[in-house]
């Protein structure tokens, strides 16, 4: 069963604006962690912001912010006031288990993101 | 920030033979690194868990026979493909954790991945 849920492929946002990322997942873990990576075209992996399951507060991490809602499972990635350099695909991936735990995340399918001028 | 590194960033070789893919952890000691692959518009998918000083861990499905991990110290693993065909034309990533991060080592860093084609 899919365990990271992205359910937009792809979205056009305007340079500036703010824009928002669904992901849900499903566990039955009490502790686990929720990553968002950005893939540029050039394919490295770069990470964004964390959120673990015992934070209570929200991530953030200059202009991302993790909208992360327990009890319905989701993890939202906000991207406020776009820039073009935004443009790439985003993934959002989750680490079973405490953070001292192996770690390996999984990844769900992606949205790519296209900041328009 | 701590880096990871991948060579070759791509190579293509004929079909039949093996290829070697290293991953460095430039700054960090790795005991742990992981091994995806991902396919044109996909999502990465995990290999394998490369242990240091142990065997790999292989997930569900992929040949451990074909796909030959070693990490043999605590900042290089390596994924061999042997006997390449064309379907395992793909990008491979690996990463590694930095156990000295905060939150118990949360973050993960990738490497800037590998392109392979088989022809």
């Known amino acids: 069963a899919q365990k990271i849920t992205q359910t937009q492929p792809g979205m056009f946002v305007q340079e500036k604006e703010a824009v928002t990322l669904d992901c849900t997942y499903d566990?039955?873990?009490?502790?686990?962690?929720l990553f968002w990576y950005k893939q540029p075209s050039s394919g490295e992996m770069i990470f964004l912001i964390y959120q673990g399951s015992y934070d209570e507060q929200n991530a953030t991490e200059g202009r991302y912010s993790l909208n992360f809602q327990k009890a319905r499972k989701s993890a939202n990635l906000v991207i406020s006031a776009s820039q073009l350099g935004d443009s790439a695909m985003y993934f959002c991936?989750?680490?079973?288990?405490?953070?001292?735990?192996?770690?390996?995340?999984?990844f769900g399918a992606g949205t790519q993101v296209v900041v328009t001028p | 920030g701590a880096v990871v590194s991948q060579h070759p960033s791509w190579v293509i070789c004929k079909s039949g033979t093996s290829v070697k893919i290293e991953c460095r952890s430039l700054?960090?000691?790795?005991?742990?690194m992981f091994w995806y692959r991902q396919f044109p518009k996909q999502s990465l998918m995990l290999m394998a868990t490369?242990?240091?000083?142990?065997?790999?861990?292989?997930e569900q499905g992929v040949e451990k026979d074909k796909f030959l991990i070693n990490h043999a110290s605590l900042t290089l693993s390596t994924l061999t493909v042997t006997s390449a065909h064309p379907e395992d034309s793909s990008f491979y990533i690996c990463?590694?954790?930095?156990?000295?991060?905060?939150?118990?080592?949360?973050?993960?860093?990738f490497g800037p991945g590998t392109r392979l084609t088989v022809t």
């Open positions: 566990t039955s873990d009490q502790s686990y962690g």
């Open positions: 700054d960090f000691q790795a005991t742990t």
């Open positions: 490369s242990n240091e000083g142990s065997k790999a861990t292989y």
């Open positions: 991936a989750m680490r079973e288990g405490p953070a001292d735990s192996w770690g390996k995340l999984q």
């Open positions: 990463s590694a954790r930095d156990w000295g991060g905060r939150a118990g080592g949360a973050k993960q860093y």
